[in-house]
């Protein structure tokens, strides 16, 4: 047995996890495009249902009313499709529980475990002033906490604004997270923080605490920032008589200046980088790299795969860092497992929005010449070693659907070859070429009568004949082989490159 085997089993008995035991929940706010925190969140609450036979429910946090948008909630379901999680409950939406949480919200009033504030947002303010001027915390003073029955009554039959507050009780809050281990939080810190605006705008923090309780959820995964959230979320399940579920925090995403990752360090969305050519398994394995890894130096994991391989403590306490070239890398790994003809259908649509080829009912045409699939197939797969993500496809490929390319003087020269000889070696590579029957035409013979002719040239200097032909060919400084893409051009548009090329020199 693998030592790395032995080390998970051992965990699982300190788990005592038992199969079909586990429930857990992915509980995305819809306030904005979905990033790579969320997916990273649902994919790692994803593994951990998987590996004990349990289930994921999907729930839509869209309690803050004014920020939560349908697009953005369609974008979370949609960019689960795309990644391949699949979510067993749900999705249930906060915004249509209001009944539920009025019920707890009534019974913590009741029990004085929570109270009306009528505070003014002035008095709050004036309060935090003032302990801020003694050098004390600005925690709610709890003046409203001493309000009778009657004040409270009086007041609301006066239409007073208020919000409601848990009544925080000195003691001091110990949690095992999973992942961090012990936590330990004074709860006299937290202050009686506030956890509805009213009978039905209940808070984040309360709304967690009922729906968790009420969908019996068993193990809470969630990214890093909300720790701070968690003390208050235990001190609420315990004023309700709610069972505590299991915490467990992942790491903080940072970027690569170690500063956590946000727009400024580029693509952070999902959406985003399914338009750039990601494709979604390499950026679900990436993504699964980013905070666990599976205890040796494998970096290859399907969705499959890490749904047998991943075990939670194999997620790391500290940061984990976003290093695009790492998902360039990886991206380029799945590319290139990718079938031909797949890839090419992957890619025509970046063909097409970049204006190289369009799609006239069934045909492909390129500058109104029909184009096979085949021809883009053999062209695509000329890349699909370098290639790291579809949307660089266009400027790799274009030369061979445009009818001129742009050739410049100075990107034909191969070391310190004059004018004089570049167009000598241009014009043996078009003799050579000429002479290859039409039926001939395939790259090895092209490349066998263009390499006879280079051991001639510049003392067998094979780049002296082969650079500038294949900058003629291509107009570019990096591309494919020159014997690959004559063949793929023709033998037509081949030599009449060459010809082009040698008139403008
Ligand atoms: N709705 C919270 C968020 O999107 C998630 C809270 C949680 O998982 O407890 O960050």
């Known amino acids: 047995m693998s030592s790395q085997k032995i080390k998970q089993d051992k965990i699982e008995q300190k788990l005592k996890i038992e199969d079909g035991s586990v429930r857990v929940r992915f509980a995305p706010s819809p306030t904005g495009p979905f990033h790579v925190g969320n997916l990273r ?45 699949e979510w067993d409950e749900g999705p249930y939406y906060q915004s249509a529980r209001g009944a539920i949480y009025e019920k707890y919200l009534k019974k913590l009033i009741e029990e004085r475990k929570a109270y009306f504030c009528f505070c003014s947002q002035d008095d709050l303010e004036a309060q935090r002033q003032y302990l801020m001027s003694l050098g004390k915390a600005p925690l709610y003073s709890g003046k409203c906490s001493k309000l009778s029955k009657e004040e409270v009554e009086e007041n609301l039959k006066q239409g007073k604004p208020y919000v409601i507050r848990f009544r925080t009780s000195e003691k001091k809050v110990v949690f095992n997270d999973l992942v961090l281990g012990k936590i330990e939080q004074e709860a006299i810190l937290l202050g009686d923080f506030v956890i509805a605006k009213n009978a039905n705008n209940v808070l984040y923090n309360f709304a967690c605490v009922i729906d968790d309780f009420e969908m019996k959820i068993t193990h809470v995964i969630r990214g890093g920032d909300h720790i701070s959230n968690t003390p208050k979320q235990i001190l609420l399940n315990e004023a309700l008589g709610f069972p505590l579920p299991t915490f467990c925090h992942l790491p903080l995403v940072l970027g690569e200046d170690k500063s956590k990752l946000s727009k400024r360090h580029g693509a952070v969305f999902i959406p985003e980088y399914e338009k750039e050519g990601y494709l979604a ?35 790391q306490k500290s940061p984990a860092v976003f290093n695009e070239n790492k998902l360039d ?53 000329l890349y699909q070693e370098r290639l790291k993500k579809l949307s660089e496809v266009g400027e790799l490929v274009d030369f061979f659907f445009k009818k001129e390319i742009e050739v410049e003087r100075g990107l034909l020269q191969w070391k310190e070859m004059e004018e004089k000889e570049i167009k000598e070696s241009l014009k043996k590579s078009y003799k050579a070429l000429d002479k290859i029957k039409e039926k001939n035409w ?64």
Do not use: H
């Not at 993504?287 to 494998?298: H, I």
């Not at 290139?336 to 006239?360: F, S």
């Open 41 to 85: 969140s649902a994919l790692f609450n994803y593994l951990f249902a998987k590996r004990y036979k349990g289930k994921l429910i999907l729930r839509v946090e869209d309690t803050d009313k004014e920020r939560s948008e349908k697009k953005w909630e369609e974008g979370i379901k949609l960019s689960l499709e795309w990644a391949g999680i």
């Open 281 to 315: 398994g390499a950026l679900v394995n990436f993504l699964a790299l980013l905070g666990w890894n599976p205890g040796d130096n494998r970096e290859i994991f399907s969705l499959k795969d890490l749904e047998k391989e991943f075990f939670i403590e194999g997620v």
């Open 329 to 381: 890398w990886l991206n380029g790994f799945y590319i290139r497992a990718l079938d031909k003809k797949e890839l090419a259908k992957l890619c025509l649509p970046y063909l097409i929005q970049g204006g190289l080829l369009e799609e006239k009912g069934s045909l492909l045409k390129a500058n109104g010449i029909e184009v096979s699939f085949d021809y883009l197939v053999e062209v695509i797969a």
């Open 442 to 505: 395939r790259s090895d013979f092209i490349t066998e009568a263009l390499l006879k002719e280079a051991d001639d040239l510049k003392k067998g200097d094979k780049g002296a004949l082969l650079w500038p032909l294949r900058v003629a060919l291509s107009g570019k400084k990096a591309s494919a082989s020159p014997f690959d893409i004559a063949y793929i051009l023709g033998k037509l548009r081949t030599l009449e490159r060459i010809k082009k090329t040698l008139e403008d020199l």
